[in-house]
């Protein structure tokens, strides 16, 4: 049995910074405060980039993460599922070889590009997918995942696929002097991340789960939970995901049957999210907490200027719970999605009434 104080051997482990609309990363250490010591099973149920499920499993929680896109579950897969399983050098070989069944995976070249990638930039991304599914463990393919779609992140201005400035900010001298990695090599990247996320893997002897489900199925299936940390999408800024990051889940599923639409070549249909949207946002806010019941302590990460507005989201917990609000404000707008200086990242405290 671990004793009480060995719980913190875990925060020397460090979480590779992510690139995330609205990741709670660099607000951790004031979420970590109001995480109870006692509680063992923590969800995190919009994981994202999982900053937060990181952060309980360092804490030593048995951690379940979920997030309906499937490249936020391989992350999850990767750091907070697995526990020991790393990328070696026979791996990467693998992943660099030739394309494996160019038939099969031209995706990212046909789609992609001269629109956010070289054309033999685009087809290297397709030759390391072909080759994911040669790599024999799940573990490790999601690895593989993880830090080809950090990669890309870092290669593409802005870090995200919601505009087509792409290669015309990659060949400006002014940005390039800014960001270099917007003219390095994705093999470059790739090899340069991939020790922060093989360290990043570790044990904390619990059984750790990643979903990847829309959380209002996934509520229903799980059991005995202690904590729950609620960071749905901010309606109002930034909430749509698939707009900012269809190319990452295209990477991912190599969708056969959708369409790609707009400038951008965004994958359609989208994937329901139900949080997404004003006018379904309250309805589906309401049917999470009513099913969180049994869950005793509710964390609510919310901005002061996303829809519904706080004391809406209080009094639909209300009902269930006590609620503290607390806040904490931002010094000069670096606070991620939808952030402005001035506006306060607001944690909604939900606790068992007495
Ligand atoms: C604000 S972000 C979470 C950020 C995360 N806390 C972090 O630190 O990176 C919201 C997440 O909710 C996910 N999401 C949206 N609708 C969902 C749904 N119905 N079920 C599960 N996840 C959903 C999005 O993909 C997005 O990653």
């Known amino acids: 049995m671990r004793d009480l104080f060995s719980e913190n051997d875990y925060l020397s482990y460090v979480f590779p910074e992510p690139q995330y609309l609205g990741s709670k990363h660099i607000h951790r250490g004031w979420i970590a405060q109001f995480i109870p010591s006692k509680a063992h099973v923590a969800l995190d149920a919009f994981g994202g980039s999982q900053s937060i499920a990181y952060l309980f499993k360092q804490l030593g929680k048995q951690t379940i993460t979920n997030d309906f896109l499937s490249f936020n579950n391989h992350i999850g897969k990767a750091l907070i599922e697995n526990c020991s399983v790393k990328l070696d050098k026979n791996d990467v070989e693998i992943l660099f070889s030739q394309n494996s069944n160019p038939k099969e995976f031209n995706l990212m070249e046909k789609l992609y590009s001269d629109l956010f990638f070289t054309q033999e930039e685009a087809a290297f991304i397709d ?181 519904p507005d706080i004391d809406t989201m209080v009094t639909m917990i209300e009902p269930y719970r006590h609620v503290v609000i607390e806040r904490k404000s931002y010094l000069a707008g670096r606070g991620g999605k939808g952030s402005v200086a001035g506006s306060n990242e607001v944690l909604l405290i939900c606790t068992p009434r007495k």
Not at 166 to 191: E, H, V, W
């Open 127 to 307: 030759s390391f997918r072909s080759n994911i599914c040669m790599l024999d463990n799940p573990y490790k393919q999601s690895l593989a995942f993880t830090v080809m779609c950090r990669s890309m992140t870092r290669k593409v201005t802005m870090g995200h696929f919601a505009h087509t400035q792409a290669l015309k900010y990659a060949a400006d001298p002014t940005r390039i002097k800014r960001n270099r990695s917007l003219i390095r090599p994705l093999k470059t990247l790739f090899l340069e991340l991939l020790p922060e996320y093989n360290n990043a893997v570790f044990d904390n002897n619990q059984a750790n789960k990643s979903y990847n489900k829309n959380i209002l199925d996934l509520l229903p299936k799980i059991e005995n939970v202690d904590v729950a940390y609620f960071d749905p999408p901010y309606c109002n800024s930034h909430a749509d995901y698939q707009s900012f990051y269809h190319l990452l889940e295209t990477f991912v599923e190599y969708w056969k049957d959708k369409q790609f639409v707009n400038g951008t070549k965004r994958y359609e249909p989208k994937r329901y999210s139900g949080f997404d949207k004003n006018s379904e946002a309250i309805d589906n806010l309401r049917k999470m907490f009513e099913l969180s019941q049994s869950i005793p302590t509710w964390l609510v990460s919310y901005n002061d200027r996303s829809y």
